[in-house]
């Protein structure tokens, strides 16, 4: 019964460790950034169980508070935040903007 | 202003180049995380024969608040400094909700907020025995914080005289603490023995209501856009009974 | 390889990960989020590190440094995301540009 724990838990951190570099590479790399922040909130999440399997229960409860929440929460303000500045923009004038090179979009990334 | 790369900021070559040197980095590391020692027990054992005098029984807790004592201090400094910088480049910052919050968001201020006074309370008392203490105390404070401050509609958490106080008390109160042991046992942040416990428990209070409002600060810098607030009407504070009055 | 080399390998990973993401981005929201991820990394490699005792219990003074971490990452976070809403309001533009005029 010893073995099977074992090799349950090092399947367990495996996969939990695999789950962590995806979603770090998707995240980093993905040019919606909008999706890019709702991954970072799902990667505060397993960050915080993989405190937990190294012990480190208080960091666990810190991290699902402070790391997940209250930076996804921040982050999604904030580009609430830009994205009302720039339809703001784009009401105030509604021809484009001459230094684009012929290319009528806005300047940030676009949202799909 | 369209660059030619869209979202890079370098060339292809500049990339390469970058990519190389992460790539070395990563492998340097990665090869003295391989060669590391396996076992290093050193510091663990002189904390388990600290303990006892400590004053609490959860070691993070213990040392956290008393043997690294002074990184605390300075930690709620730094809070208290940020919130402060966000605040100096969104002057005219107004903790207040828009003016139609959707009603699943109202629906949830009214249900969780007691809970989550509760859940922070337990937190904090629980943090001497077991996992808790002040930060995830202080940050589930800051999330009841948050739902107040966007979904509370004609709440004004600007024009309450506690918000300056409720953010300055927890630096406050550890640096009263701090000098206050240095007069009585000689060292800066000396707990005596006896005493730790509850000094401790004091400290914590503090730092979680620190904490919180500086955290609520923050994200209320980052929300606001910097609009002079509209004069007149919603410059009173009311209360949820008048709210529901007026609807 | 036990627990600790493993996740120890993965914080290094991912600090590479995002020192790379912050060089390359020039919208200035990705470079906040690859700060955060790597600061995640050497969290990762620090509480892995911890866990290196011989006896049941890791070692805490590292515990509390990532806590306090924590926090000091969160307020830092804060502070660049205002800045860089700032930026946008006053100048339109969120991204970084290049050093040549045009």
Same mark, same amino acid.
């Given at each position: 019964?010893?073995?099977?724990?074992?090799?349950?838990?090092?399947?367990?951190?495996?996969?939990?460790?695999?789950?962590?570099?995806?979603?770090?590479?998707?995240?980093?790399?993905?040019?919606?950034?909008?999706?890019?922040?709702?991954?970072?909130?799902?990667?505060?999440?397993?960050?915080?169980?993989?405190?937990?399997?190294?012990?480190?229960?208080?960091?666990?409860?810190?991290?699902?508070?402070?790391?997940?929440?209250?930076?996804?929460?921040?982050?999604?303000?904030?580009?609430?935040?830009?994205?009302?500045?720039?339809?703001?923009?784009?009401?105030?004038?509604?021809?484009?903007?001459?230094?684009?090179?012929?290319?009528?979009?806005?300047?940030?990334?676009?949202?799909? | 202003?369209?660059?030619?790369?869209?979202?890079?900021?370098?060339?292809?070559?500049?990339?390469?180049?970058?990519?190389?040197?992460?790539?070395?980095?990563?492998?340097?590391?990665?090869?003295?995380?391989?060669?590391?020692?396996?076992?290093?027990?050193?510091?663990?054992?002189?904390?388990?024969?600290?303990?006892?005098?400590?004053?609490?029984?959860?070691?993070?807790?213990?040392?956290?608040?008393?043997?690294?004592?002074?990184?605390?201090?300075?930690?709620?400094?730094?809070?208290?400094?940020?919130?402060?910088?966000?605040?100096?480049?969104?002057?005219?910052?107004?903790?207040?909700?828009?003016?139609?919050?959707?009603?699943?968001?109202?629906?949830?201020?009214?249900?969780?907020?007691?809970?989550?006074?509760?859940?922070?309370?337990?937190?904090?008392?629980?943090?001497?025995?077991?996992?808790?203490?002040?930060?995830?105390?202080?940050?589930?404070?800051?999330?009841?914080?948050?739902?107040?401050?966007?979904?509370?509609?004609?709440?004004?958490?600007?024009?309450?005289?506690?918000?300056?106080?409720?953010?300055?008390?927890?630096?406050?109160?550890?640096?009263?603490?701090?000098?206050?042991?240095?007069?009585?046992?000689?060292?800066?942040?000396?707990?005596?023995?006896?005493?730790?416990?509850?000094?401790?428990?004091?400290?914590?209070?503090?730092?979680?209501?620190?904490?919180?409002?500086?955290?609520?600060?923050?994200?209320?810098?980052?929300?606001?856009?910097?609009?002079?607030?509209?004069?007149?009407?919603?410059?009173?504070?009311?209360?949820?009974?008048?709210?529901?009055?007026?609807? | 390889?036990?627990?600790?080399?493993?996740?120890?390998?993965?914080?290094?990973?991912?600090?590479?990960?995002?020192?790379?993401?912050?060089?390359?981005?020039?919208?200035?929201?990705?470079?906040? %989020?690859?700060?955060? $991820?790597?600061? /995640?990394? #050497?969290?990762?490699?620090? +509480?892995? @590190?911890?866990?290196? !005792?011989?006896?049941? %219990?890791?070692?805490? $003074?590292?515990? /509390?440094? #990532?806590?306090?971490?924590? +926090?000091? @990452?969160?307020?830092? !976070?804060?502070?660049? %995301?205002?800045?860089?809403?700032?930026?946008?309001? #006053?100048?339109?533009?969120?991204?970084?540009?290049?050093?040549?005029?045009?």
């Amino acid at each position: 019964m010893e073995t099977s724990l074992n090799y349950a838990a090092i399947t367990f951190d495996g996969v939990l460790a695999l789950v962590l570099l995806v979603l770090a590479w998707q995240l980093l790399r993905s040019p919606n950034l909008s999706k890019a922040i709702v991954l970072f909130i799902s990667f505060g999440l397993m960050l915080s169980i993989a405190w937990v399997r190294l012990k480190a229960v208080d960091i666990a409860l810190a991290e699902a508070a402070i790391g997940a929440g209250l930076t996804g929460a921040l982050f999604l303000t904030a580009l609430d935040r830009l994205q009302r500045n720039e339809a703001n923009d784009c009401d105030r004038q509604d021809t484009p903007r001459s230094s684009q090179n012929g290319n009528p979009q806005i300047k940030s990334e676009d949202s799909d | 202003m369209i660059r030619k790369n869209g979202n890079h900021l370098f060339s292809r070559p500049g990339q390469s180049i970058a990519a190389i040197g992460v790539l070395t980095l990563t492998g340097i590391l990665g090869w003295t995380v391989w060669t590391l020692p396996p076992f290093s027990d050193q510091m663990s054992a002189l904390i388990s024969s600290k303990m006892p005098i400590s004053g609490v029984d959860n070691p993070v807790t213990a040392v956290l608040l008393n043997f690294r004592g002074y990184d605390t201090l300075l930690e709620i400094g730094v809070l208290l400094l940020a919130a402060v910088g966000v605040l100096s480049v969104a002057p005219s910052a107004v903790m207040r909700a828009d003016s139609s919050p959707s009603p699943i968001l109202v629906l949830l201020l009214r249900l969780m907020l007691p809970f989550i006074i509760l859940v922070s309370g337990y937190i904090l008392w629980i943090g001497k025995y077991a996992p808790g203490g002040a930060f995830q105390a202080g940050a589930v404070l800051a999330a009841g914080g948050i739902l107040l401050v966007t979904a509370a509609v004609r709440f004004n958490l600007s024009a309450s005289k506690a918000m300056p106080l409720a953010t300055g008390i927890g630096l406050l109160i550890f640096l009263i603490m701090a000098l206050a042991t240095m007069m009585v046992c000689g060292n800066f942040l000396q707990y005596p023995v006896t005493l730790a416990g509850t000094l401790i428990l004091v400290i914590e209070a503090a730092a979680t209501l620190s904490i919180a409002a500086a955290l609520v600060r923050l994200f209320v810098g980052v929300k606001s856009d910097t609009d002079p607030p509209a004069s007149g009407e919603d410059s009173k504070i009311l209360t949820f009974e008048e709210e529901n009055l007026i609807k | 390889m036990n627990i600790p080399i493993l996740y120890e390998l993965v914080g290094v990973i991912l600090l590479g990960m995002g020192l790379y993401s912050l060089v390359i981005y020039s919208h200035l929201f990705r470079k906040i %989020l690859a700060l955060n $991820v790597s600061g /995640a990394g #050497v969290f990762l490699f620090l +509480v892995a @590190a911890a866990d290196r !005792t011989s006896g049941p %219990l890791p070692d805490p $003074v590292p515990h /509390a440094m #990532v806590l306090t971490g924590i +926090v000091v @990452a969160v307020s830092a !976070t804060a502070l660049a %995301l205002a800045l860089a809403c700032r930026i946008h309001q #006053v100048s339109g533009n969120a991204q970084l540009t290049d050093n040549k005029p045009e």
